[in-house]
């Protein structure tokens, strides 16, 4: 059996590769090579096939590499971290991290998880997270905390502050970001936070911390649906290896001091980069919709709406927030 990632690396360099040098080099039939193109267009990749010349990746691909992203990771990270694990495919790393977690084959303090795809990535409040193969980055991280599910209240506000600090230590575009979870560039969404918890309320637990970026989607119409954007529509260039190192590091660092901190020293850079401080906002919750002013957050992490003058503090994994002239 030709494996998937094989054949993705021969084409990753985005030149024509002849069907008969494909096959040779893998030492299959030719029909064996265009029955695995055909399946890569299963996968989220486009391949361009044009007579005389062969098959090409309609965008080269840049594949994620252990080495490469253990290159980048500075000294924190990688005395945080005790397992890297690195995915061609998968449903979700999140669901991953979740199963060894419930198996208990995952012991260790911090186990990090990144896949080329997720056949079923999952976003906040069960919407799927469009993931095709090697083009944006997919990764969780399950970190284990001493302190009860409690304590983590505003997680993902700092998880956020950390990933715009990996953007900027890449000298990437500034983002900001959406409460309670959403990475935004140019007023479009690049990226999000899905965090899971298992464990007790009082007692240890850990946090699937869950981040995708779009890096580079591929060209073709995918089925998303809210206004999105990727990297590379605004710099070029950008290394996912690189990134997704940038991002450990960040993450890590936020996970160890939010163990013993929790939000408080995340709190002024979040609202530096809230995207709808003083917007008119929609919150949805189920058929509830509450319009007002947005007023940021709370120390706690909780949305603060100013309803009719009256300052109403909102939490919760459920509700959504819109912008009130959104549809
Ligand atoms: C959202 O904005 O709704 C959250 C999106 C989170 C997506 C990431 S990709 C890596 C991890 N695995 C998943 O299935 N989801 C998260």
């Given at each position: 059996?030709?494996?998937?990632?094989?054949?993705?690396?021969?084409?990753?360099?985005?030149?024509?590769?002849?069907?008969?040098?494909?096959?040779?080099?893998?030492n299959v039939?030719?029909t064996?090579?265009w029955?695995?193109?055909k399946?890569l267009?299963?996968?989220?990749l486009?391949?361009?096939?044009v007579k005389?010349?062969?098959?090409?990746l309609?965008?080269?691909v840049e594949?994620l590499s252990k080495?490469?992203?253990?290159?980048?990771?500075?000294?924190?990270?990688?005395?945080a971290?005790n397992n890297?694990i690195l995915?061609?495919?998968?449903?979700?790393?999140?669901?991953?991290?979740?199963?060894?977690t419930k198996?208990?084959?995952?012991l260790?303090?911090?186990?990090i998880?990144l896949?080329?795809y997720?056949?079923?990535g999952?976003?906040?409040?069960?919407?799927?997270w469009?993931s095709?193969?090697g083009?944006?980055l997919?990764?969780s991280i399950?970190?284990?905390?001493?302190?009860?599910?409690?304590?983590?209240?505003g997680?993902?506000?700092?998880?956020?502050v950390?990933v715009a600090?990996?953007l900027?230590?890449?000298?990437l575009p500034?983002?900001?970001?959406?409460?309670p979870n959403d990475?935004?560039?140019?007023?479009?969404k690049?990226?999000?936070?899905?965090?899971?918890?298992?464990?007790?309320?009082a007692?240890?637990?850990?946090a699937?911390?869950?981040?995708?970026?779009?890096?580079?989607?591929?060209?073709q119409?995918?089925?998303?649906?809210?206004?999105?954007i990727?990297?590379k529509?605004?710099c070029?260039?950008?290394?996912?290896?690189?990134?997704?190192?940038?991002?450990?590091?960040?993450l890590?660092e936020?996970?160890?001091?939010?163990?013993?901190?929790?939000?408080?020293p995340y709190?002024?850079e979040?609202?530096?980069?809230?995207a709808?401080?003083?917007?008119?906002?929609n919150?949805?919750s189920?058929?509830s919709v509450?319009t007002?002013?947005?007023c940021?957050?709370?120390?706690?992490?909780a949305?603060?709406?100013?309803?009719?003058?009256?300052?109403?503090?909102?939490?919760?994994?459920e509700?959504?927030?819109?912008?009130?002239?959104?549809?």
């Amino acid at each position: 059996m030709i494996s998937d990632e094989v054949l993705v690396q021969l084409l990753a360099d985005g030149h024509f590769h002849s069907g008969e040098k494909l096959a040779m080099e893998l030492n299959v039939s030719r029909t064996a090579v265009w029955k695995k193109l055909k399946k890569l267009l299963t996968l989220g990749l486009v391949v361009d096939s044009v007579k005389g010349k062969g098959y090409r990746l309609s965008q080269p691909v840049e594949l994620l590499s252990k080495d490469r992203i253990k290159h980048h990771l500075s000294e924190g990270s990688c005395a945080a971290i005790n397992n890297l694990i690195l995915l061609p495919i998968v449903d979700s790393t999140n669901s991953y991290l979740l199963n060894e977690t419930k198996t208990q084959r995952v012991l260790s303090k911090a186990t990090i998880c990144l896949a080329e795809y997720q056949s079923a990535g999952r976003g906040r409040r069960g919407r799927q997270w469009v993931s095709p193969y090697g083009s944006n980055l997919y990764l969780s991280i399950d970190w284990q905390f001493d302190s009860g599910v409690a304590a983590l209240e505003g997680l993902s506000l700092a998880v956020g502050v950390g990933v715009a600090r990996a953007l900027s230590s890449l000298n990437l575009p500034d983002i900001t970001l959406k409460w309670p979870n959403d990475i935004l560039l140019n007023s479009r969404k690049l990226g999000g936070v899905l965090i899971e918890v298992v464990g007790d309320h009082a007692g240890p637990c850990r946090a699937i911390v869950g981040v995708g970026v779009n890096v580079g989607m591929p060209d073709q119409t995918l089925d998303i649906d809210q206004p999105w954007i990727d990297l590379k529509s605004v710099c070029e260039g950008v290394s996912r290896n690189e990134l997704a190192a940038a991002l450990i590091n960040q993450l890590t660092e936020v996970l160890v001091s939010f163990e013993s901190k929790g939000l408080k020293p995340y709190i002024k850079e979040w609202r530096q980069l809230d995207a709808f401080k003083d917007r008119l906002v929609n919150v949805t919750s189920g058929n509830s919709v509450v319009t007002g002013i947005c007023c940021g957050i709370a120390d706690n992490g909780a949305l603060v709406v100013d309803v009719d003058g009256v300052k109403r503090n909102m939490h919760g994994g459920e509700l959504s927030l819109r912008l009130n002239n959104e549809s």
